[in-house]
């Protein structure tokens, strides 16, 4: 059964967008989304993400930080400044909890910060924070 923030993330504000260079993990996170009812698009590199978002934003991203050529930092940052209501969650198997303290300053919403291995409890809470941040940025300015 999907969980109710999923459901009035697909009917309000789209997509979570995955973004990891490694092809199982964009498979496992988007199988385990998709398990919990949200509607998920993936990408193997900023510009993929890039388009992805051009063509329809998304309401979260997840965002891993160490990918080849441009980096997570890189694309979040180009991210929030076209799509200002779309929130992150950061996923990387390194401790760069920095970046997330250095964005707040930038005024980009990182909700989270997970750490690979991904432990399923933490991804779930995770999104769900991420969800209801979407539904706080939908009555800001874009």
């Known amino acids: ?7 009035r993330l697909n009917k309000d504000m789209s997509y979570v967008l995955v973004v990891d260079d490694e092809e199982p993990i964009r498979n496992l996170l988007s199988r385990q989304l998709a398990g919990w009812g949200y509607s998920v698009r993936t990408a193997s590199t900023a510009m993929e993400a890039l388009e992805l ?9 997840l965002v891993d930080l160490r990918m080849p050529g441009q980096d997570g930092v890189w694309l979040i940052d180009r991210l929030h400044r076209q799509w200002r209501k779309t929130v992150f969650v950061v996923i990387t198997a390194v401790g760069d909890i920095e970046v997330i303290e250095s964005s707040k300053k930038l005024g980009i919403i990182i909700v989270d910060y997970v750490r690979k291995p991904f432990e399923r409890e933490l991804l779930r809470q995770a999104l769900e924070r991420a969800a209801r941040a979407v539904e706080t940025s939908q009555a800001g300015p874009d």
């Open 1 to 7: 059964m999907a969980r109710p923030d999923a459901l």
């Open 53 to 61: 978002m051009a063509a329809e934003p998304a309401a979260i991203a």
